[in-house]
């Protein structure tokens, strides 16, 4: 969980100039869909309690990177932009990372 967290952290830090806001995006991209399948893959088959409500979770952060893509593609990268795939991001690791996926990894810890 942690490793992820400072996987996060470290490509946000080594990201710079200009084109920070599309690594920023596309990093976001590939996190979500490679580590919410990962989770969700785990979820169904140690039959998570929670598996729905955090589903919902991935959902709406899916919609949120995918929405920030949208407008990247339409606006082209800017300091607005910018501010907004940091902002989702911190988002990201403040709602998700360190509430939902915590009590997924102490379930699956138990599980273990
Ligand atoms: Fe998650």
Redesign the pocket.
Known sequence: MFDRINHLLRAMGEIGGAKQVVATADFLQEYVVKH?AA?EEQMALHEYPGMAQ?KE??EYFRGQVEDLRQRLAEHGPNEKLLIEAQELLVNYLRD?ILQ??ML?GRFLKEKM
Do not use: A, S
Request: zero cysteines; proline letters at 0%; glycine letters at 0%.
């Open positions: 919410f989770e955090h979770h991935h998700h939902v996926d997924l």
